[in-house]
């Protein structure tokens, strides 16, 4: 299926491909330009628009031709609204020249079978905004190869991918997540997510980025960084690993990230907006996650953190001292906690759990670590509250990273007072003697 060719070497032809329902199918591709003779064509603009029916082909080439040396550069606009497109092999945004070439996504499903390249051919400029329905890569989801690629993932888009890589080849990539979902992931939810290349960038200020099967990892190469300002990374208990020699950084300046079991890589968060939370989902007691960093260095200055005592699924001291799963840190490098930051425990869920603390209970927050300035106090805490009587100690917290269940001062000088009453000797009254 060939939309705006020209079998002339000096004329363009503009085309267009309008399909709203029915089936189409074919063992060869869809492309644009995809005819062209030469380097001094006279230019073209194709335009693809799907909104309903079933499409199948072998490749998706949008802006197949030479490279142009002269002239007005080709033009391809694909908008995909509805219907089912599937794809055996690849899916080319700027496939074959130096064309402009933009992809649109806001509904239906698309599938491809092997790899999604915004930017595949040198010096072709290509972009892509998905916006709602379905995008689904079976291998690697590129945004610049050795053309120059800009993805944006936005609205209720759902895209999908095992590797998520930015500006692999020689051009400029630029990935913008501000809604939607990303998934990253094979079957099994393994997956990578490369944005360390030098011509990549990116800009992760809402939506979700997670795997696509609870626990799965994503393995991570960001040696600039993997900044996070206002998505949401939620691991799905799995892994975030480094795929490189190089010391990896997560950033958390805004959205947070969180339900991760182990993260190879620095850990900086210096936004009053961002949050780690160190739990499952944080949907109620019982959700405590250890998170291992892998003797990477945690440097927390703002934000939120928010912990959860209990493991198991439910309440009560039962639940409370297993340590294989309620939160905490473990295996920290040099540890910073400013007094600028919140610390939550069980926030949202004080009025049912109340009552299952009791004197004596204690946890342990951090794990092992090399204190690199911790200023935290117990100001910076929002504990759950505790039956009359008990208070919190985290006097300790900056040492060991415990807090404890102790008496309340007010409680222990009654009593101290009740027992020196008690241990007082009476006077006899003078009566008493006659």
């Given at each position: 299926i060939r939309v705006g060719n020209s079998d002339s070497a000096t004329d363009g032809g503009d085309g267009y491909f309008d399909m709203n329902g029915g089936f189409v199918t074919t063992t060869g591709n869809l492309d644009t330009h995809g005819n062209h003779l030469g380097p001094n064509e006279g230019s073209s603009i194709a335009t693809i628009d799907i909104s309903g029916g079933t499409l199948q082909v072998n490749n998706i080439l949008l802006d197949n031709n030479v490279p142009k040396t002269t002239g007005t550069l080709n033009r391809t606009t694909m908008i995909v609204s509805g219907g089912t497109i599937g794809a055996n092999n690849l899916f080319e945004i700027g496939s074959g020249g130096n064309a402009i070439s933009s992809y649109t996504q806001s509904g239906g499903d698309v599938t491809i079978g092997n790899n999604i390249i915004v930017g595949a051919s040198p010096d072709s400029q290509a972009t892509a905004v998905v916006n709602g329905?379905?995008?689904?890569?079976g291998n690697n989801l590129d945004i610049a190869n050795n053309g120059n690629g800009d993805l944006t993932i936005t609205g209720t888009a759902n895209v999908t991918a095992t590797n998520v890589r930015i500006a692999t080849g020689s051009g400029t990539g630029n990935l913008q997540v501000t809604g939607g979902i990303l998934n990253i992931g094979n079957g099994a939810g393994n997956g990578s997510f490369d944005v360390d290349n030098a011509n990549a960038t990116h800009s992760l200020t809402g939506g979700l980025i997670q795997t696509t099967t609870a626990g799965g990892t994503i393995a991570l190469a960001a040696n600039t960084g993997l900044t996070l300002s206002g998505s949401t990374l939620n691991m799905r208990g799995g892994?975030?690993?480094?795929?490189?020699?190089?010391?990896?950084?997560?950033i958390v300046s805004g959205g947070k990230i969180y339900n991760a079991s182990l993260i190879d890589g620095e850990i900086t968060m210096s936004d009053p907006d961002g949050e780690i939370d160190i739990t499952e989902d944080a949907t109620g007691p019982g959700d405590g996650r250890i998170l291992d960093v892998e003797g990477n260095n945690v440097t927390i200055d703002d934000g939120t953190v928010i912990f959860d005592l209990f493991s198991g699924g439910g309440t009560g001291s039962a639940n409370s001292f297993d340590a294989a799963n309620a939160s905490g840190l473990t295996d920290v490098g040099n540890l910073q906690l400013s007094d600028d930051i919140s610390i939550l425990v069980n926030n949202d869920n004080n009025a049912t759990i109340s009552t299952d603390f009791?004197?004596?209970?204690?946890?342990?927050?951090?794990?092992?670590?090399?204190?690199?300035?911790?200023?935290?106090d117990l100001s910076n805490f929002t504990l759950p509250t505790l039956a009359a009587g008990l208070g919190w100690d985290v006097s300790n917290f900056a040492?060991?990273?415990?807090?404890?269940?102790?008496?309340?001062?007010?409680?222990?000088a009654l009593l101290f007072l009740s027992a020196l009453l008690a241990l007082c000797p009476r006077r006899r009254s003078r009566n008493s003697d006659r």
């Amino acid at each position: 299926i060939r939309v705006g060719n020209s079998d002339s070497a000096t004329d363009g032809g503009d085309g267009y491909f309008d399909m709203n329902g029915g089936f189409v199918t074919t063992t060869g591709n869809l492309d644009t330009h995809g005819n062209h003779l030469g380097p001094n064509e006279g230019s073209s603009i194709a335009t693809i628009d799907i909104s309903g029916g079933t499409l199948q082909v072998n490749n998706i080439l949008l802006d197949n031709n030479v490279p142009k040396t002269t002239g007005t550069l080709n033009r391809t606009t694909m908008i995909v609204s509805g219907g089912t497109i599937g794809a055996n092999n690849l899916f080319e945004i700027g496939s074959g020249g130096n064309a402009i070439s933009s992809y649109t996504q806001s509904g239906g499903d698309v599938t491809i079978g092997n790899n999604i390249i915004v930017g595949a051919s040198p010096d072709s400029q290509a972009t892509a905004v998905v916006n709602g329905g379905n995008l689904t890569a079976g291998n690697n989801l590129d945004i610049a190869n050795n053309g120059n690629g800009d993805l944006t993932i936005t609205g209720t888009a759902n895209v999908t991918a095992t590797n998520v890589r930015i500006a692999t080849g020689s051009g400029t990539g630029n990935l913008q997540v501000t809604g939607g979902i990303l998934n990253i992931g094979n079957g099994a939810g393994n997956g990578s997510f490369d944005v360390d290349n030098a011509n990549a960038t990116h800009s992760l200020t809402g939506g979700l980025i997670q795997t696509t099967t609870a626990g799965g990892t994503i393995a991570l190469a960001a040696n600039t960084g993997l900044t996070l300002s206002g998505s949401t990374l939620n691991m799905r208990g799995g892994q975030l690993t480094d795929t490189d020699a190089n010391t990896n950084s997560i950033i958390v300046s805004g959205g947070k990230i969180y339900n991760a079991s182990l993260i190879d890589g620095e850990i900086t968060m210096s936004d009053p907006d961002g949050e780690i939370d160190i739990t499952e989902d944080a949907t109620g007691p019982g959700d405590g996650r250890i998170l291992d960093v892998e003797g990477n260095n945690v440097t927390i200055d703002d934000g939120t953190v928010i912990f959860d005592l209990f493991s198991g699924g439910g309440t009560g001291s039962a639940n409370s001292f297993d340590a294989a799963n309620a939160s905490g840190l473990t295996d920290v490098g040099n540890l910073q906690l400013s007094d600028d930051i919140s610390i939550l425990v069980n926030n949202d869920n004080n009025a049912t759990i109340s009552t299952d603390f009791v004197l004596g209970d204690s946890w342990d927050l951090l794990g092992t670590f090399t204190d690199d300035g911790i200023t935290t106090d117990l100001s910076n805490f929002t504990l759950p509250t505790l039956a009359a009587g008990l208070g919190w100690d985290v006097s300790n917290f900056a040492t060991d990273g415990t807090i404890v269940v102790v008496p309340e001062p007010t409680h222990i000088a009654l009593l101290f007072l009740s027992a020196l009453l008690a241990l007082c000797p009476r006077r006899r009254s003078r009566n008493s003697d006659r």
